[in-house]
């Protein structure tokens, strides 16, 4: 505050003062660029400018994926809250609460159904806003749950993962969730529905571990960070610098861990067309009629 603010009465101070929102701009990780909150956010999380994909919110996500952005919002099952009574530096209970006032959700995974260009999908959502997306027994039973859905409406299985890997607090039974979705996986498979697997930025151990890389077809966005233990840890442990890109998409695309890097912008028509592929459900085109002279 300047001398002329300080000499200004209370009244008028107030007036002359401006509020900015705190999120009004973005600043691109990459290139350092400002862009508009707005700007970004009708980009789909996409910065204009240099093309980096942004973490994108399981609401936006789900918005852009259904037609007409509808869904029905599917139930996660109950879980125990807090089985091994676990406290760090705060109790394990404590942090549930607070990261469920703050976005709304249970946990991180939300199962969703609906149509995409008109063919029913069923579709799991990590949100990485909730402890990190970790894997827990909620996100285990959830992702279960979505996929037993996807078997009895008979519908291709997307999802759409973002995870820091398994969550620490609930140890076991934690590390439990692996083999309980990837079995579930094998129940997709056992009744010849699709499953896809969308790699978002990031996507790291017991997650990567599972069901994230079980998919019939593996898509990962542009630039995501996909792989099991971290680029930093691998360094110490194998005492030899990482090649560049390392457990980055296009890195992983190019060494065949993925079949193909999408952009967000072409995301929904690329899945829509998987699943028609995939379920033999092409469009008939459409025909005029002709009266008979």
């Given amino acids: 505050m300047n001398w002329i603010t300080e000499a200004l009465p209370p009244k008028i101070r107030s007036f002359l003062k401006r509020e900015t929102p705190e999120n009004l701009w973005v600043k691109c990780p990459e290139s350092g660029q400002l862009v508009f909150h707005k700007d970004v956010e009708t980009n789909l999380w996409v910065v204009p400018g240099s093309g980096y994909h942004m ?5 936006a996500r789900l918005e852009s994926l259904f037609d007409g952005g509808v869904w029905e919002e599917l139930a996660t099952p109950d879980v125990p809250l807090d089985p091994l009574k676990f406290r760090d530096v705060k109790r394990y209970t404590d942090r549930l609460k607070e990261y469920r006032a703050k976005t709304g959700q249970q946990d991180c995974v939300r199962l ?8 029913p999908v069923t579709v799991a959502v990590q949100d990485f806003d909730f402890i ?18 996807a078997v009895a409406r008979r519908t291709p299985f997307i999802i759409f993962t973002a995870s820091g890997g398994a969550r620490m607090q609930e140890g076991m039974f934690s590390l439990m969730q692996l083999p309980r979705t990837t079995v579930a996986v094998r129940r997709l498979r056992a009744a010849r529905l699709p499953y896809i697997v969308v790699l978002t930025n990031p996507t790291t151990g017991g997650v990567t571990a599972s069901y994230a890389m079980l998919g019939d077809v593996q898509i990962a966005e542009p630039g995501a960070v996909i792989g099991f233990a971290g680029a930093r840890v691998i360094e110490q442990t194998i005492r ?18 993925v079949d193909m890097v999408v952009p967000r912008q072409e995301m929904r028509a690329t899945l ?11 469009k008939e085109p459409a025909t005029a009629n002709v009266d008979a002279a």
């Avoid at 969703?112 to 063919?119: I, K, Q, R, V």
């Avoid at 030899?240 to 861990?257: I, N, T």
């Avoid at 829509?272 to 459900?281: F, K």
Wanted: a neutral charge; one cysteine or more.
């Fill in 112 to 119: 969703a159904y609906g149509e995409l260009e008109s063919l």
């Fill in 272 to 282: 829509a067309r998987l699943c028609s592929l995939l379920t033999n459900t092409r």
């Fill in 132 to 149: 990190g997306g970790s894997l827990g027994m909620a996100a285990g039973a959830s992702i279960v749950a979505g996929m037993e859905a």
């Fill in 55 to 59: 973490r994108m919110p399981a609401q």
């Fill in 240 to 257: 030899e610098k990482l090649p560049e890109g390392f457990q980055r998409a296009e890195y992983l695309r190019a060494h065949g861990m």
